[in-house]
């Protein structure tokens, strides 16, 4: 009889003893699972202020900017979604690109100094459209390859590159081609601002679709998606701009924004949340 209430005894305090270590066990797991999500919290906080900041940052510098342009030049020009614009550092000439119509326009800017003969002027003007035409046309891409390709022509038929671009600009960019007019900055100084207008190749659309085409398919097969959703979607956001980037900001062929859809794209694919920024978003294979 002893040694049954002896077994009770000892049964019931290993069960006692193996409840305490269970309990205290459960809390332990339940300590750390607070401990995890408060660092979770803490990350995603962290991650949701370097979005702001970036976007913030991007306001500033983008105001900026357009203080500087608006003291110079008649009218305010920025890139959007399908329109790409450039401006040299001295903002004294701008280039853009219509991607939507086909069309390029380069801007210059020339002080209208008495001193100086109209020849003089004119010289100084055909040579920064000169530069500015040639700095557009074949500016490099993330895809690694010139802004323009294939989408235009000189008069042998060759398509313009770095190679030919010196002989393109020359045929395009004479004084009887020019527009000019005079402006009043609100730096309180007198311009001439002197225009050309380049179409592109009427297949322009084509070819830049046609510089896609392999990422899209390979793209659309990795996530099961009819690929004609992708061009579709693209053609609609950027009509396959390269340096897409609109003033929300969104960047890219199919204009992510990096705070909202760029972050959840990337949190769904790689189960990771992380900044990501314009040039991240700009190059094609990330973007898509």
Excluded: C
């Excluded at 510098?61 to 890139?79: G, P």
């Excluded at 002080?111 to 020849?119: C, H, L």
């Excluded at 074949?138 to 989408?151: A, G, H, N, P, S």
């Amino acid at each position: 009889m002893f040694k049954h209430i002896y077994l009770f005894v000892f049964i019931m305090g290993s069960f006692l003893f193996g409840q305490n270590d269970y309990e205290k066990w459960l809390k332990e797991q339940e300590a750390e699972l607070i401990e995890m999500a408060s660092k979770e919290n803490e990350y995603l906080e962290s991650v949701t202020a370097e979005f702001e900041g970036y976007v913030n940052q991007q306001e500033e510098y983008y105001k900026i900017f357009k203080d500087a342009v608006e003291k110079k030049w008649d009218s305010f020009r920025y890139s959007s979604n399908k329109t790409y614009v450039e401006y040299d550092e001295n903002l004294n000439s701008r280039g853009s690109v219509d991607f939507e119509k086909g069309k390029i326009e380069i801007e210059v800017l020339v002080d209208d100094n008495p001193s100086k003969t109209n020849k003089v002027k004119d010289s100084e003007a055909i040579s920064k459209l000169k530069g500015k035409l040639s700095q557009v046309i074949t500016k490099d891409t993330f895809d690694k390859q010139i802004l323009l390709k294939d989408q235009l022509k000189n008069k042998s038929g060759q398509y313009v590159n770095k190679n030919n671009i010196s002989n393109f600009t020359q045929e395009k960019v004479k004084k009887q081609s020019l527009k000019v007019k005079t402006i009043k900055s609100k730096d309180g100084k007198k311009r001439l601002k002197y225009s050309l207008k380049v179409n592109m190749l009427p297949s322009h659309l084509d070819k830049r679709v046609e510089r896609y085409k392999d990422e899209i398919f390979k793209q659309s097969e990795r996530f099961g998606i009819d690929p004609a959703i992708v061009f579709a979607i693209i053609h609609t956001e950027s009509s396959f701009n390269p340096k897409a980037r609109s003033h929300i900001p969104a960047y890219g062929l199919m204009q992510l924004v990096p705070k909202s859809g760029g972050r959840d794209a990337y949190n769904y694919i790689y189960k990771k949340d992380k900044l990501l920024t314009g040039a991240y978003l700009y190059e094609p294979s990330n973007n898509m």
